[in-house]
């Protein structure tokens, strides 16, 4: 599973860890994960990525990127991760965020415990990478805002049923963020 809540890495169903290097291959995985396994066109991905390019040379460092990412993947042991075809890309690797976001749409307040968002990508950082980091930043706060909207509908829930328990680890969780 890919781990994005906390310092990013890919644990292997064999539980073997494998941290996310400072790259713009992972960083890329990171985008694409964040999409929850929706396809994303190329053309999007190169001007998000390399702006300032043209657009041929834009496509053409995606096109680089994209084949770092899938030599990543399988060095983890998941080489086909990453699809690819003519126009888009997506991920299809489990991540922690599949869980949120279902913990987010269900108001699960034991799951929503368990996956607050306040580590998002905690101690990733790319040098040089202004637009993934701008991109970055303003998904951890959609992350924390849809997990707060989640958590107190959950919590309001759990103090009008008589569940103090689960309200009370609720707002600790609230109160770690």
């Known amino acids: 599973m890919l781990h994005l809540l906390s310092p990013p890495h890919w644990t292997s169903p064999a539980g073997v860890r494998h941290e ?4 713009l291959p992972a960083a890329l995985l990171i985008y694409l994960a964040a999409q929850r396994g929706a396809w994303v066109g190329r053309d999007s991905l190169a001007v998000l990525w390399w702006p300032d390019r043209s657009p041929a040379e834009a496509l053409h460092a995606l096109r680089i990127t994209l084949h770092r990412l899938k030599q990543l993947l399988a060095g983890w042991g998941v080489p086909q991760g990453a ?4 126009q888009r890309v997506r991920l299809s690797l489990p991540c922690d965020l599949q869980r949120l976001h279902d913990s987010i749409e269900g108001n699960d307040a034991g799951a929503l415990v368990a996956a607050p968002p306040w580590a998002w990508l905690q101690g990733f950082s790319l040098a040089r990478a202004d637009p993934f980091r701008a991109w970055a ?3 951890g706060a959609l992350w924390q805002s849809r997990w707060r909207q989640a958590a107190e509908r959950a919590l309001m829930r759990a103090l009008h049923g008589g569940q103090p328990e689960q309200a009370w680890a609720l ?6 963020g």
């Open 171 to 176: 707002a600790q969780a609230w109160q770690a």
């Open 20 to 23: 996310l290097p400072a790259t």
């Open 137 to 139: 930043d303003a998904e």
């Open 83 to 86: 699809e690819s075809e003519r």
